[in-house]
């Protein structure tokens, strides 16, 4: 099995060792201390021995900040993580809405003229540091540069991972290492650049072809490299991790040691993204006197468009996933019916993980999870990002909407699917809400839109019909999906902040949700591929894009009020669970095509 289901850590772990850390802060002559979840390559995953702020606060969201003071912690969540980091964490922490409440707000509010305030240039961007010194401005608070204070008290934290790297077939990824780092190298050249720094592990992986095992979910090597004008590369990264492959020419592997000489080196103009790389980089850079040119990584835009290779991948990574979708529905159905009509029968939200991820394997061609299953019933449906352990395994009841977020890695691509299903009859307010959400979905899915349009014109599509009842959610309407890379990948996003504009070969997640804390929580998710589209019979002779929907899953018609619903949007829905028929029933048991008859039957 993949997933665990031990709960990694302990609210009552969290008081003594922040006594410990302002101890540490005292002797270092400052009096707060800044503690990011990031690492040193910027990325949203991190490998265990940079769990920082989980293993001071008790909170393992995936993003997130604590400020520590010496009487006060305040640990900065946004609105998927807000219920979550209540839970998690001591009341020695104060949970704060970022972005409702700013650091830069908190620190003035809390901190005294002349404060310093600590923070390890390796785990925070240019950017970051630059806002929030502009934003501290007047205030009497200023940041100072520190060795890492958590590392210094961390005893027993778990050593650097050492995951043996793969390649990537060039018949899956559609185009070799060589050219694209000839594409890059002529971006440089052309901008009078003589080399760019590249920190995130997928970026890295994507130019390179290469794979790796050193994060959880996320099958990339982490490493850091210098991309010359010239097409060179210079990767930082431990030997013992490529012994299964052979680096193409032009690419020198070197210790992890010789990074930071080598930054120095360097002769400019030099590529830095001051989004995603470290300021520890760019103070070395500086103190080098190399001059500097911010400008965005030059792999995340050709990394975002897939290849046709790519694209072809990710339809049989879906339609594989699908299957074992179907699988799993129909037994998660048979099982609320009997949780429905006998008390005794017993269903936890463990049970429903396992039983999901079973499925998955079973073809064998499961590399990992694309994330830890998200399987909540009832009011832990609630909790955006939830995570069953074995303290927080709750047993399924009638009555209960199960919300299940779950994806699988596999060689030819990544996938990421909602579905949220009724154990036994479910309430009125639970169906209107699915049906809303399920309105915002549907008119994603169906939009065109003209060449130019960003993710944040989009994102009120999916939220209008919720709108109209006085209903939201609190996070993104979708982000991007990689290539049997990260399940999150950007910068191509449906977000009310997002101005990349949409292009063809984008792949993204489109899944509006409701949340009532305390009750329940609904999400529907299906990936998007972006593809070049027709204008609608009379329309403007524009350049048009469309979205060719990924994921084959049929939607619980059970909770759907049809009626609710328009004739265009009905008609969307059948005919979407038309093809998801036609092209599942072939492939799954006698059993799982009996049952996916009846749940993708027209309203």
Same mark, same amino acid.
């Given at each position: 099995?993949?997933?665990?289901?031990?709960?990694?850590?302990?609210?009552?772990?969290? !008081?003594?060792?922040?006594?410990? &850390?302002?101890?540490? %802060? =005292?002797?270092? +002559? @400052?009096?707060?201390?800044? $503690? /990011?979840?990031?690492?040193?390559?910027?990325?949203?995953?991190?490998?265990?021995?940079?769990?920082?702020?989980?293993?001071?606060?008790?909170?393992?969201?995936?993003?997130?900040?604590?400020?520590?003071?010496?009487?006060?912690?305040?640990?900065?969540?946004?609105?998927?993580?807000?219920?979550?980091?209540?839970?998690?964490?001591?009341?020695?922490?104060?949970?704060?809405?970022?972005?409702?409440?700013?650091?830069?707000?908190?620190?003035?509010?809390?901190?005294?003229?002349?404060?310093?305030?600590?923070?390890?240039?390796?785990?925070?961007? !240019?950017?970051?540091?630059?806002? &929030?010194?502009?934003? %501290? =401005?007047?205030? +009497? @608070?200023?940041?100072?540069? $520190? /060795?890492?204070?958590?590392?210094?008290?961390?005893?027993?934290?778990?050593?650097?991972?050492?995951?043996?790297?793969?390649?990537?077939?060039?018949?899956?990824?559609?185009?070799?290492?060589?050219?694209?780092?000839?594409?890059?190298?002529?971006?440089?050249?052309?901008?009078?650049?003589?080399?760019?720094?590249?920190?995130?592990?997928?970026?890295?992986?994507?130019?390179?072809?290469?794979?790796?095992?050193?994060?959880?979910?996320?099958?990339?090597?982490?490493?850091?490299?210098?991309?010359?004008?010239?097409?060179?590369?210079?990767?930082?990264?431990?030997?013992?991790?490529?012994?299964?492959?052979? %680096?193409?020419?032009?690419?020198?592997?070197?210790?992890?040691?010789?990074?930071?000489?080598?930054?120095?080196?360097?002769?400019?103009?030099?590529?830095?993204?001051?989004?995603?790389?470290?300021?520890?980089?760019?103070?070395?850079?500086?103190?080098?006197?190399?001059?500097?040119?911010?400008?965005?990584?030059?792999?995340?835009?050709?990394?975002?468009?897939?290849?046709?290779?790519?694209?072809?991948?990710?339809?049989?990574?879906?339609?594989?996933?699908?299957?074992?979708?179907?699988?799993?529905?129909?037994?998660?159905?048979?099982?609320?019916?009997?949780?429905?009509?006998?008390?005794?029968?017993?269903?936890?939200?463990?049970?429903?993980?396992?039983?999901?991820?079973?499925?998955?394997?079973?073809?064998?061609?499961?590399?990992?999870?694309?994330?830890?299953?998200?399987?909540?019933?009832?009011?832990?449906?609630?909790?955006?990002?939830?995570?069953?352990?074995?303290?927080?395994?709750?047993?399924?009841?009638?009555?209960?909407?199960?919300?299940?977020?779950?994806?699988?890695?596999?060689?030819?691509?990544?996938?990421?699917?909602?579905?949220?299903?009724?154990?036994?009859?479910?309430?009125?307010?639970?169906?209107?809400?699915?049906?809303?959400?399920?309105?915002?979905?549907?008119?994603?899915?169906?939009?065109?839109?003209?060449?130019?349009?960003?993710?944040?014109?989009?994102?009120?599509?999916?939220?209008?019909?919720?709108?109209?009842?006085?209903?939201?959610?609190?996070?993104?309407?979708?982000?991007?999906?990689?290539?049997?890379?990260?399940?999150?990948?950007?910068?191509?996003?449906?977000?009310?902040?997002?101005?990349?504009?949409?292009?063809?070969?984008?792949?993204?997640?489109?899944?509006?949700?409701?949340?009532?804390?305390?009750?329940?929580?609904?999400?529907?998710?299906?990936?998007?591929?972006?593809?070049?589209?027709?204008?609608?019979?009379?329309?403007?002779?524009?350049?048009?894009?469309?979205?060719?929907?990924?994921?084959?899953?049929?939607?619980?018609?059970?909770?759907?009020?049809?009626?609710?619903?328009?004739?265009?949007?009905?008609?969307?829905?059948?005919?979407?669970?038309?093809?998801?028929?036609?092209?599942?029933?072939?492939?799954?048991?006698?059993?799982?095509?009996?049952?996916?008859?009846?749940?993708?039957?027209?309203?």
């Amino acid at each position: 099995m993949f997933q665990t289901y031990l709960a990694t850590t302990r609210p009552e772990d969290g !008081p003594p060792r922040l006594l410990a &850390l302002r101890a540490a %802060l =005292a002797a270092q +002559g @400052v009096q707060g201390w800044l $503690l /990011p979840r990031a690492d040193a390559h910027q990325g949203e995953y991190v490998a265990p021995c940079d769990e920082r702020l989980a293993w001071l606060t008790g909170f393992t969201g995936s993003a997130g900040m604590c400020i520590v003071l010496p009487d006060a912690a305040g640990l900065f969540a946004d609105g998927r993580y807000r219920v979550q980091a209540r839970m998690q964490c001591a009341d020695a922490f104060t949970v704060l809405p970022w972005p409702d409440t700013r650091h830069a707000d908190w620190l003035r509010e809390m901190c005294p003229n002349g404060a310093l305030i600590g923070f390890d240039p390796w785990l925070h961007t !240019p950017d970051e540091i630059e806002t &929030l010194e502009q934003d %501290l =401005a007047g205030s +009497g @608070v200023t940041l100072k540069r $520190l /060795p890492n204070q958590i590392d210094a008290i961390w005893r027993d934290r778990p050593a650097p991972p050492m995951g043996r790297v793969f390649a990537q077939p060039e018949a899956l990824a559609g185009r070799s290492s060589r050219d694209k780092r000839a594409d890059i190298a002529r971006v440089l050249s052309d901008a009078g650049q003589s080399a760019t720094v590249l920190t995130q592990p997928d970026s890295l992986c994507w130019l390179l072809n290469l794979r790796g095992a050193d994060l959880p979910r996320l099958p990339v090597t982490q490493g850091f490299a210098i991309i010359h004008a010239d097409g060179r590369v210079d990767l930082f990264a431990h030997e013992a991790k490529f012994s299964d492959v052979v %680096l193409d020419e032009g690419v020198t592997l070197r210790p992890p040691e010789a990074f930071e000489p080598a930054l120095r080196t360097l002769a400019g103009p030099v590529r830095v993204d001051k989004h995603s790389v470290p300021l520890r980089i760019v103070d070395l850079l500086q103190e080098a006197g190399t001059e500097i040119r911010f400008l965005q990584d030059p792999c995340v835009m050709p990394k975002a468009r897939k290849t046709e290779a790519e694209l072809a991948g990710a339809r049989a990574a879906h339609l594989r996933d699908g299957a074992a979708m179907a699988d799993f529905l129909c037994w998660l159905e048979r099982q609320g019916e009997q949780v429905a009509h006998d008390p005794q029968h017993v269903l936890t939200e463990i049970d429903i993980a396992r039983h999901l991820e079973q499925c998955r394997a079973r073809g064998g061609q499961l590399v990992d999870l694309s994330f830890d299953t998200i399987a909540g019933s009832g009011p832990n449906g609630a909790i955006v990002h939830y995570r069953v352990t074995e303290d927080s395994n709750r047993r399924v009841i009638a009555g209960d909407l199960m919300l299940v977020d779950s994806g699988g890695q596999y060689r030819d691509g990544t996938t990421d699917i909602t579905r949220t299903i009724a154990i036994g009859p479910v309430g009125t307010l639970e169906a209107e809400c699915f049906t809303r959400v399920l309105q915002g979905m549907i008119a994603l899915s169906r939009v065109r839109v003209p060449r130019g349009v960003s993710g944040s014109h989009l994102d009120a599509l999916a939220r209008y019909p919720l709108w109209l009842a006085g209903l939201d959610y609190d996070h993104g309407t979708g982000h991007g999906v990689g290539a049997f890379l990260s399940v999150h990948e950007g910068p191509q996003r449906f977000s009310r902040l997002s101005t990349v504009p949409l292009a063809e070969g984008m792949i993204l997640s489109n899944e509006p949700g409701y949340y009532r804390e305390g009750r329940f929580g609904i999400r529907i998710e299906n990936l998007l591929a972006v593809r070049a589209g027709d204008p609608p019979d009379g329309g403007d002779a524009r350049d048009w894009l469309e979205f060719e929907t990924l994921t084959l899953a049929p939607i619980d018609r059970r909770l759907i009020l049809r009626d609710s619903l328009s004739p265009d949007e009905r008609a969307w829905l059948d005919a979407y669970h038309a093809r998801v028929h036609t092209l599942l029933a072939p492939i799954v048991a006698e059993e799982t095509a009996a049952w996916l008859k009846t749940a993708c039957a027209p309203l």
